[in-house]
């Protein structure tokens, strides 16, 4: 767990755009928490404003995909000849090498949440725009998707996403594979995050950079909603799924009861990592341990 303040980042200024650099891509195997230097392949994120009036001068990211959501104000994205509206709650994705423009049309900042990284296999195949009011997909019973327990999803992901945690809820604990950065970033509210034995304050202006293989959970103790913004990148998981997808041959039971037994192992040792003792997991777990070894054989 690595939390870092926007205005304790280094700020960058270019082309009329303010740019407060996070978090970046370390430099080795080991996150750097002093520097900022902890993601696996999202190369920068950090808060981004525009000034009133403002039009910033054309940009483009060679070989980086931009995602951008919309914390406060109001303005339009330029992509050619195409003028996007742009307002609280929106977030969009534009493709790597296209040459874009930001502009503020209110009366005070227009700031951003924002993260630049490498093309990844499931991006939309070009500038992609949404609002968290628009309608999202339904499961296959249509209901909502709401995430871990209280976790709940306010827009579609282009990137990034706004979410909620209700008063007095908290998400459901969870972990994911290895190399998947995880950021949360805390627009209104105050809260907790939880990872291990520890918790540690959430407030606005604090991003939250998780290690995948860590259960945690963000906890909403007040009275008030919990409006976060998070944002999440596996490009470099999926191409290994894709690569694996590809080479696979014919799974043996043994190799299937192998892959398994990893699996079991891995949870098994996330759970025991929180020092938690829940009642019945650790004899339900012996007992998925002596069916996985009877399958072995």
């Given at each position: 767990m690595i939390m870092r303040h926007w205005?304790?980042?280094?700020?960058?200024?270019?082309?009329?755009?303010?740019?407060?650099r996070i978090f970046t891509r370390r430099q080795g195997d080991l996150p750097n928490a002093e520097t900022g230097q902890v993601c696996f392949e999202i190369n920068t994120y950090g808060r981004a404003v525009v000034l009133p009036g403002v039009t910033t001068e054309p940009a483009t990211h060679s070989g980086e995909v931009v995602c951008m959501c919309v914390a406060s104000g109001q303005g339009a994205v330029h992509l050619g000849?195409?003028?996007?509206?742009?307002?609280e709650g929106s977030t969009f994705f534009i493709p790597a090498g296209a040459r874009h423009r930001f502009q503020n049309t209110g009366d005070r900042e227009l700031e951003f949440v924002f993260s630049r990284r490498e093309p990844s296999p499931s991006d939309p195949k070009g500038f992609d725009h949404?609002?968290?009011?628009e309608d999202r997909p339904r499961d296959q019973w249509g209901a909502l998707f709401?995430?871990?327990?209280?976790?709940?999803?306010?827009?579609?992901?282009?990137?990034?996403?706004?979410?909620?945690?209700?008063?007095?809820?908290?998400?459901?604990?969870?972990n994911h594979p290895p190399t998947i950065d995880e950021i949360w970033y805390v627009n209104k509210g105050q809260g907790w995050h939880w990872m291990r034995q520890e918790y540690h304050p959430h407030t606005p202006g604090y991003a939250l950079w998780l290690d995948p293989s860590e259960l945690?959970?963000?906890?909403?103790?007040?009275?008030?909603?919990?409006?976060?913004?998070?944002?999440?990148?596996?490009a470099?998981?999926?191409?290994?799924?894709?690569?694996?997808?590809?080479?696979?041959?014919?799974?043996?039971?043994?190799?299937?009861?192998?892959?398994?037994?990893?699996?079991?192992?891995?949870?098994?040792?996330?759970?025991?990592?929180?020092?938690?003792?829940?009642?019945?997991?650790?004899?339900?777990?012996?007992e998925v341990e002596k069916l996985i070894k009877a399958l072995k054989k």
């Open positions: 205005m304790d980042s280094p700020i960058f200024t270019y082309g009329r755009l303010r740019e407060w000849n195409k003028k996007t509206e742009i307002r949404k609002h968290w009011t709401q995430g871990h327990w209280n976790h709940v999803y306010r827009g579609p992901n282009t990137g990034l996403h706004i979410g909620d945690i209700p008063a007095r809820k908290f998400s459901h604990p969870h945690h959970s963000l906890m909403n103790p007040g009275n008030t909603d919990i409006e976060y913004i998070y944002c999440a990148s596996a470099r998981w999926i191409r290994e799924q894709a690569q694996k997808k590809a080479e696979k041959t014919p799974t043996a039971p043994a190799a299937i009861a192998a892959a398994l037994e990893q699996r079991v192992s891995a949870l098994a040792a996330a759970y025991r990592k929180t020092g938690l003792s829940i009642f019945g997991v650790d004899q339900n777990l012996g």
